[in-house]
């Protein structure tokens, strides 16, 4: 009915002439419920069709609605395994759900008979032992198969795909949830399941689709940005990807969104110096890539402007266009994901920014766009001034400075003090940054390569050994003859960490410190550094902790050591970082510690607090 028309007797005939037969060459061993097996599979085994893997054939009796568990693990091979019906059909298959490459696959029975488990391998060189297991699955409390359950926004309700559910027209089982919604109100579908591949659909009061998603969540689930168009009862089809029939729980989300975001379809002014937030969903224009917001603002030939969009929802991609032509575009130029347009623009008048997700597979959701500009570049062959808290831009041209082989390099100066903490950031989209910092005497103090810990751009965080007249060198990495535009900026750090103490950091600091003797000690042994954070507003914020001198692990923590959110290496590399949203007035702890308790590490680290999106 939703995604084509294929009946359940084409579908099953299919299945059954395609995949029936490999099972049928081998005699079937038998396990029981509650009760492992052990085997292995070896060179003599029979090879499935598909991937030329060798398996093993195992039988067990079920009944109608019986809920079973199937793992197969194996520290020899990749587990796969199928499960087919009495006559032959298949059931569901799995490759990793299960802990590191094992297979676990969770099934509602859909009638009473031999059951037959096909236990295989990924792969035709797949050999060794594995053991099999069947066991009961406790479902959650779900409306009853068939039934259509309501949904309110802020709810989250737990439903099972099994046999007695309607069926999708190409297929597969499928739920309908009711929701009540106001015209123009923003909401967001979260279809998650570990059974299965989630499919979502919503359809609205007047019966027509609008919209659907697949994996927008990542990790196979699913996730749908919407705004009602109008007020009235929507319709919520929970189902699986593919036209197998596929059983298992989920959970439902419909959350409703608050914000000031940008008009569907429609171009808005964006300021220089702003933050706006945004939302690609059902109603905005359909580019190349699926749904686009587009905003504009007023441009000057010669004035260099940064454009960052930030989504924690999906991959950003950036289109700049001016006079109807395209300007310049980037897809992963910021962190992570994240998109970073920084440029010269060629004239004066109108520009227009168009934000997007790269994959069409994840595009909906929340992002934020910010607009910066800079008045000019540095001068070429002449040493500029740094400011702490500035943003700078320049270019390593012809006319610079040369390096011994001829490749440009610019220098900016700073005065600074005897045990001042400072950073120093370079990003460029045009080549592989390199900064140098030298004392007053000329000699380097810090350098570095890939320090922001994202694509080619530089970092560093050093404590001033002397008073002075300090010169940051900006080049490219290598060799080779770099050119293009580039940012700086100069920062002053927070008061490193004391050991054992407790100090405050707010939102847009970084704080040094150290992990060693003196420190507090956590439950596994290692060394911990505590620093509070009390927000003045609202909302998300994200943590980051990163070090070159162990692996870091970050914990965020309530008033009463309570931990609310944890992380080891969701920054690049072994760098932690979480996204937390905190309460105004609320008092919050953050731990940086190191994962593992093998030993006690210790190392330099920087932390930083930031409104998330920013």
């Keep these: 009915m939703i995604r084509g028309l294929l009946s359940l007797v084409c579908l099953c005939a299919a299945l059954g002439a395609l995949a029936a037969a490999p099972a049928a060459a081998q005699s079937a061993r038998t396990v029981t419920l509650g009760r492992p097996v052990a085997d292995s599979l070896t060179a003599r085994d029979p090879q499935r069709r598909s991937g030329r893997a060798p398996y093993h054939v195992w039988q067990f009796e079920g009944r109608r609605g019986q809920r079973v568990a199937i793992d197969m693990i194996s520290a020899d091979f990749d587990s796969y395994v199928l499960l087919r019906d009495p006559d032959g059909y298949l059931v569901g298959t799995d490759d990793d759900s299960g802990d590191e490459l094992n297979a676990r696959l969770r099934a509602i029975l859909g009638r009473d008979g031999t059951y037959r488990i096909v236990a295989s391998a990924v792969g035709d060189t797949a050999r060794g032992r594995y053991t099999l297991a069947v066991s009961g699955w406790e479902t959650p409390a779900a409306p009853a198969p068939g039934q259509v359950a309501a949904i309110a926004a802020g709810e989250t309700r737990d439903g099972v795909l099994e046999p007695g559910d309607e069926l999708g027209g190409d297929g597969p089982y499928q739920d309908r949830w009711t929701f009540d919604a106001a015209a123009g109100a923003r909401l967001r579908v979260e279809l998650r399941s570990e059974d299965f591949d989630a499919y979502v659909v919503v359809v609205g009061p007047d019966g027509r689709i609008v919209g659907s998603d697949d994996d927008g969540l990542g990790d196979r689930n699913a996730m749908l940005a919407l705004r009602t168009a109008v007020a009235g009862r929507y319709f919520v089809v929970a189902s699986s990807f593919g036209d197998e029939l596929r059983t298992g729980a989920y959970q439902l989300t419909v959350r409703q969104e608050t914000g000031a975001f940008a008009d569907p379809g429609k171009a808005t002014p964006i300021q220089a110096g702003e933050t706006k937030d945004g939302r690609l969903e059902t109603g905005d224009a359909v580019g190349p890539r699926g749904p686009e917001d587009r905003w504009t603002f007023q441009g000057r030939a010669g004035e260099m402007v940064r454009l960052d969009a930030v989504s924690p929802d999906f991959d950003a991609y950036l289109v700049l266009r001016g006079a109807e032509a395209v300007v310049d575009s980037n897809d992963d130029g910021g962190d992570g994901t994240n998109a970073l347009i920084l440029l010269v623009l060629p004239s004066t008048g109108i520009y227009t920014a168009v934000v997007s997700a790269f994959s069409e597979g994840r595009s909906a959701g929340r992002y934020s766009l910010a607009l910066a500009t800079f008045a000019a570049t540095a001068a070429p062959g002449r040493t500029a001034r740094l400011t702490a808290g500035q943003r700078l831009a320049g270019r390593l041209e012809r006319g610079d400075q040369t390096r011994e082989d001829g490749s440009p390099q610019d220098t900016w100066e700073f005065d600074g003090r005897a045990g001042q903490d400072v950073t120093i950031e370079l990003r460029s989209a045009a080549f592989d940054s390199y900064i140098e910092l030298r004392d007053p005497a000329g000699a380097v103090v810090a350098e570095n390569d890939d320090g922001l810990g994202e694509g080619t751009d530089s970092f560093v965080a050093v404590r001033l050994p002397r008073a002075g007249r300090y010169r940051v060198v900006v080049r490219g990495y290598g060799d080779g003859e770099s050119s293009g535009l580039y940012e700086i900026a100069l920062g002053e750090a927070s008061p490193s960490v004391r050991p054992g103490l407790t100090r405050e950091i707010r939102i847009g600091e970084t704080a040094m410190g150290r992990l060693e003797s003196g420190d507090s000690v956590i439950g596994d042994s290692t060394y911990a550094d ?41 920054g690049s590399g072994t760098d932690a970082q979480l996204t937390y949203a905190v309460v105004a007035g609320r008092a919050y702890r953050i731990v940086a510690n190191s994962y593992g308790g093998a030993e006690r590490a210790t190392g330099a680290y920087r932390i930083t607090v930031r409104s998330a999106g920013n």
């Design 530 to 570: 505590v620093l509070t954070f009390r927000p003045t507003m609202s909302g998300r914020v994200t943590i980051l902790l990163r070090s070159s001198d162990f692996d870091a692990y970050l914990l965020l923590q309530d008033a009463d050591g309570r931990t609310l959110a944890s992380d080891d290496d969701g």
